[in-house]
C-alpha cells in the first residue's frame, strides 16, 4: 500500500495534507510513504522532516500510489502513474469542481470528497470542514483587529478611557463559534445571530448576546445534520430588518453563513453598510462561496462608506503549520479508522464510504452530484 502525498498546485494553496506526524503513523500501519518534493515547505514543514519519519522524499510520489492524498483535489494529469482504481483523498469541492470529478471517473480513479464526511459522531475527528472552519473564525477576527483602527478592549488610562470594540458574529457554526470566543478573548462585546435555534445557547455559554428573528420561525434544533437551508422569503425580510436595527451601533462583523451547495446566503447589503460608522470592518469568511456581504472581494480590502470589507478566498491558508496539523490528522483518522491489518489496506463502511465516494468503476457515484 503506497500512499502519495502530493505538493499542493492552487494558487495561494499553502497547506499540506500530511505532515511528518501522520507519515510515521501511516508508516506504522504498514503503509509507505512518498511526499512530493517541497510539499511541506510553506507550512513549514522542510524535505528533511518528512525524510527522518520514513518517507521517501521525490519528484515522481505519484508512481505506483494507491492512494493519492491532497488538501485540494489534484488535477488529472498530476495523477498520471498512479493505480488503477487509486483513491484520490482531499477536499475535492464536489460542486464547484464537477467537470474534475468527471475526470476522475473517466480516468478510472476513486474519488473520496473529505467535505462530504457525514456529520456523525464517529466522524467527527475526521471532520475537515471543521478542523478548517475553527481556524478559519479565529484568523477572521485577528484580521479584523488588525484593520480596525481603533482597540478590543475597553482600556482605562491616565489619557482617558478607550471603549470597547462592538463585534456581531453573524452564522454561528464551527468558524462562529471560534470567532465569539476569540472576539470576546479579546475584549469586545459580543453578539451573534444564527438561523439554527440551538446556536442560541451556545452564544450565552460564550457570554456574548444572541441576536434572533423572534416573529418568523426559524430552524428548529441543531438543523439537518447541523446545516442550514435556504430560508423563506419572509424569514429573510425579517433578518434584515433585524441586522438593519443592530448592525449600525456594530464596529467588527464578522460574517460566517454557508448552504451546503448553494451560494452564500446574502445577509449584509451596501445600504446597511451604509448605516455602519466609519472605521469600521466587516470579514465575509463566505466570500469564495459568493459572499454575504454586498461588495466583497476575495483577497481584497474594499472601503464602502468608511467600512472596510475584507475576505480571504482561503482563509485557513493563512494559518498554513496548524491547518496543515490538523488538516493532516482528519484524513489520518479517516484511514488507520478503515484499516484491515489483514488486507493491508483501508476498507471502508457503508454509512462513511457511500457519502464521501464520488467515483468509482469509471463512473460518477455519488447521490448528491447525481440528483
Ligand atoms: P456551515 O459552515 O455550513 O454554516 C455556518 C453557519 O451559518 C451555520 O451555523 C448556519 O446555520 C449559519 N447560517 C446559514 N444561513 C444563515 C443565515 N441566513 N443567517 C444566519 N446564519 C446562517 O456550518 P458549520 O460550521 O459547518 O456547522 C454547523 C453545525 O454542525 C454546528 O452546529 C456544528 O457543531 C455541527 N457539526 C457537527 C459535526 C459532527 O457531529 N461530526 C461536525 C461539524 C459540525
Known amino acids: 500500500m503506497k ?15 500530511a505532515s511528518p506526524e501522520t507519515v510515521k503513523k501511516f508508516i506504522a500501519l504498514g503503509a509507505t510513504v512518498a511526499v512530493e518534493s517541497g510539499a511541506g515547505v510553506t507550512a513549514s514543514i522542510s524535505d528533511e522532516e518528512y525524510r527522518a519519519v520514513g518517507a521517501d522524499v521525490t519528484d515522481n510520489a505519484v508512481a505506483g500510489a494507491d492512494i493519492v492524498l491532497g488538501v485540494q483535489g489534484p488535477e488529472v494529469d498530476q495523477l498520471s502513474g498512479a493505480n488503477p482504481g487509486a483513491w484520490i483523498v482531499a477536499g475535492l469541492d464536489p460542486f464547484g469542481k464537477r467537470e474534475r470529478v468527471n475526470a476522475y471517473a473517466a480516468a478510472g480513479f476513486e474519488a473520496l470528497a473529505m467535505e462530504f464526511m457525514p456529520r456523525i459522531t464517529r466522524a467527527q475527528s475526521m471532520d475537515i470542514l471543521s478542523s478548517q472552519s475553527n481556524l478559519a473564525g479565529y484568523k477572521a477576527v485577528l484580521v479584523a483587529a488588525n484593520l480596525y483602527g481603533r482597540a478590543f478592549p475597553m482600556m482605562m488610562t491616565a489619557a482617558g478611557t478607550v471603549s470597547a470594540a462592538k463585534a456581531f458574529i453573524m452564522g454561528v457554526g464551527v468558524a462562529g463559534l471560534q470567532a465569539i470566543a476569540t472576539a470576546r478573548r479579546l475584549g469586545a462585546q459580543v453578539s451573534a ?75 449584509i447589503s451596501d445600504a446597511q453598510i451604509a448605516t455602519m460608522k466609519p472605521g469600521s470592518v466587516i470579514f465575509d469568511l463566505a466570500v469564495a462561496q459568493g459572499g454575504n456581504v454586498e461588495g466583497s472581494v476575495p483577497d481584497q480590502v474594499v472601503e464602502k462608506h468608511g467600512v472596510k470589507i475584507v ?40 454509512e462513511i464510504g457511500n457519502a464521501i465516494r464520488l467515483t468509482q468503476g469509471g463512473k460518477v457515484v455519488n447521490e448528491r452530484l447525481l440528483a
Do not use: C
Open 3 to 17: 500512499i502519495a502525498v502530493l505538493r499542493e498546485r492552487a494558487a495561494g494553496e499553502s497547506r499540506v495534507s
Open 311 to 350: 475576505g480571504y478566498s482561503n482563509t485557513p491558508a493563512h494559518l498554513p503549520a496548524d491547518a496543515s496539523a490538523l488538516f493532516s490528522r482528519n484524513l489520518y483518522n479517516f484511514l488507520s479508522a478503515f484499516w484491515d491489518k489483514e488486507q493491508g489496506k483501508p476498507v471502508l463502511d457503508e
Open 193 to 267: 445571530t444564527d438561523v439554527r435555534s440551538a446556536t442560541k445557547e451556545q452564544i450565552q455559554s460564550l457570554g456574548a448576546k444572541p441576536i434572533f428573528v423572534e416573529n418568523v420561525a426559524g430552524i428548529e434544533g441543531e438543523g439537518a445534520g447541523g446545516y442550514a437551508t435556504e430560508m423563506s422569503e419572509e424569514y429573510q425580510k425579517a433578518q434584515a430588518e433585524l441586522v438593519s436595527s443592530h448592525i449600525a451601533k456594530q464596529d467588527i462583523v464578522i460574517t460566517t453563513a454557508l448552504i451546503p451547495g448553494r451560494a452564500a446566503p446574502r445577509l
